[in-house]
């Protein structure tokens, strides 16, 4: 569960980390507004939840109200990565001298809080070498001890005054993360500003199974779809590659992208029907993937509880709606998959009862779309 930017930086306030003056603003007006009261240069920033918005020209900079109004004209209403964009952080513009990098997150291998610092933060993080990135295990029973921070503030060259707050920084970022159940928080570029070191952009993203012991406004920071699937009880996820998949039970889901990935393709998304998916959910699971426009939908199912006569059915229902406009290939095995498999050889929707075939299939399929996108006759 992703937070916006300004959601993520009060949240950094309340620990005490320095961030800089502004507010989230839903029109020009208002964005002149904080412009005049910040009585400076300011920068617009769009509020979507992904990063990377620097370099897609989300980030604005404005020396007066009246320019400020005009670039938040711009960006509202604007598509940033795929997001749209329906509010801003209007801040005082920082001068910055130095961006550093400062991240936790969990280390799925080691089972740890893993602390990541460099001198060379900002908008190119991910192609900086390697040497210049301190990473640390944190033993989670003991905690980061403010030696440690010292020793990080050492590592990425900081001295004096700025080493001072950066351990200061460090140590609250980590109670952050470990009292907000954090799974990811980052602050990148963490701006040497003068004498001062200030968070100028913050991400933090919760354990979504915490949510019951904060009060984040869960409604603001879902996307539509995730707010469609959870709405009907059931499990989605976004991920980056090319395959819608709907499966039923998360080893049956996880089994399905790791046969994708196999084949040379990847998901796009996954939706986990669960194990006694009927009819119903069924169809608007698969209407709810179907809106993502993938290159190619999977749906595989190993029916237990779930039929797949049911499963069938509910297919061939939602490609006569017509709401289905990208192609789609089906496993289908267990409980009535005769049945299940006969339903959809009518219908002409191809169908297997072996999920390596399938797979197969789905991810020639996506490649082949991929190469036509790639000749130029992309209709997204
Ligand atoms: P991101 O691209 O989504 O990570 O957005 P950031 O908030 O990190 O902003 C991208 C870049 O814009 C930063 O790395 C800075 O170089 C620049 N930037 C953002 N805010 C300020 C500011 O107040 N002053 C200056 N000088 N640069 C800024
Ligand atoms: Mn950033």
Known sequence: MKLYEYMAKEV???????????????????????????????VVKVQVLT????????????????????????????????????????????????????????????RCP????????GVSIEDVPGKYIDRREIAIQWGLFPYQARAIAEQIGLSGKIAGQFVKIALSLYRLFREQDAELTEINPLAVSGDRLIAADARLNID???RFRHDYPATAIRSETEERVAALGLSYVQLEGDVAVMANGAGETMATMDILQH????????????????????????????????RVLLVNIFGGITRCDDVARAVVQVTEEGCLQDPLVVRLSGTNDEQGLAILEEAGIPSFRNLEDAARAAARTAVL??????????DQ
């Open 12 to 42: 950094f306030a309340d620990y005490g980390i320095p961030i800089p003056a502004g507010r989230v603003v839903w029109s020009p007006e208002e964005a002149a507004d904080v412009a005049a009261e910040l009585g400076g240069p300011v």
């Open 51 to 110: 990063g990377g918005r620097g370099k897609a020209g989300g980030i604005q900079f404005a020396d007066d109200p009246g320019s400020a109004r005009e670039k938040a004209g711009d960006l509202l209403g604007s598509e940033i990565r795929g997001y749209a964009v329906d509010r801003l952080l209007v801040e005082e513009h920082l001068n910055i001298n130095e961006e550093l990098y400062l991240g936790i997150t969990v280390d799925p291998a080691n």
């Open 114 to 121: 893993l602390i990541i610092a460099s001198s060379r933060g």
């Open 208 to 210: 979504a199974d915490s």
């Open 263 to 294: 084949y040379g393709s990847g998901a796009m998304n996954f939706l986990d029907a669960g194990g006694g998916a009927d009819m119903e959910s069924t169809t608007n699971a698969l209407r709810i993937l179907a809106s993502t426009r993938p």
């Open 369 to 378: 779309r991929g190469e036509e996108d790639v000749d130029g006759d992309s």
